[in-house]
């Protein structure tokens, strides 16, 4: 079956610093992911919709210019966390929607982020 | 290694019949459970979370029951409607958040 691999697992930084986080699907190509994340004990929660070459589609309350999204091609979107505080310290997790539809979604592996 | 199996795969019915949907997991040591519902060619919509210390959850005509002991949830979907018509998942969080490969329900008018 389809494989997204989300990288990486686990990251630890300090306040202020910027965190990159990356999701590839490797062996199909992915023109719509989605980026999720999940404060303890809340429920998943949608953060935005990426589209290869266009601007990704933010949900409410999710700020577009501290969590950057980019998906420049068919097989990789990335998550920016800009200036990260200690707030923003959740699981992220993505999806794509795979074949043979494009209807179905495969999930990464998700990133733990914690911000000192 | 934890695994979540969804039974069934598929599932259609009439309007108006109450159904279940089931979700397994093999390794009991888990902090919640979720049930979510995505839609063709969309994103998941967080349906109900049940933390580990919690039997049951309701909203509206949705109520999801969580057996840790024996590695169960149930989602039960009173009097359904077309517009419920979608794919459930089931995602558990143990080490990893782990989704279930979903049942995909059709209610027929």
């Known amino acids: 079956g389809a494989v997204v691999s989300q990288h990486p697992s686990r990251v630890i930084c300090k306040s202020g610093t910027s965190v990159k986080i990356e999701c590839r699907s490797l062996d199909f190509q992915a023109t719509t992911m989605f980026w999720y994340r999940q404060f303890p004990k809340q429920s998943l929660m949608l953060m935005a919709t990426s589209n290869e070459g266009s601007k990704a589609t933010y949900e409410q309350g999710v700020e577009k210019d501290k969590f950057l999204i980019n998906h420049a091609s068919l097989t990789l979107s990335t998550l920016t966390v800009t200036s990260a505080h200690p707030e923003d310290s959740s699981f992220y997790i993505c999806s794509a929607l795979g074949p043979p539809t494009n209807e179905k979604l495969f999930f990464g592996s998700g990133t733990q982020l914690s911000v000192l | 290694k934890q695994e979540v199996t969804q039974i069934p795969a598929a599932l259609s019915v009439p309007e108006g019949e109450n159904l279940v949907l089931n979700c397994s997991f093999t390794d009991s040591a888990i902090y919640n459970l979720q049930w979510f519902r995505q839609d063709p060619g969309k994103g998941l919509t967080s349906l109900l979370l049940?933390?580990?210390?919690?039997r049951e959850q309701t909203s509206g005509r949705l109520n999801a029951s969580l057996d840790k002991s024996s590695g169960r949830s149930t989602l039960y979907i009173a009097a359904s409607q077309p517009g419920d018509s979608a794919t459930y998942l089931c995602a558990v969080l143990s080490e990893k958040l782990v989704f279930g490969k979903g049942t995909k329900l059709t209610v027929n008018p």
């Open positions: 049940i933390q580990s210390s919690q």
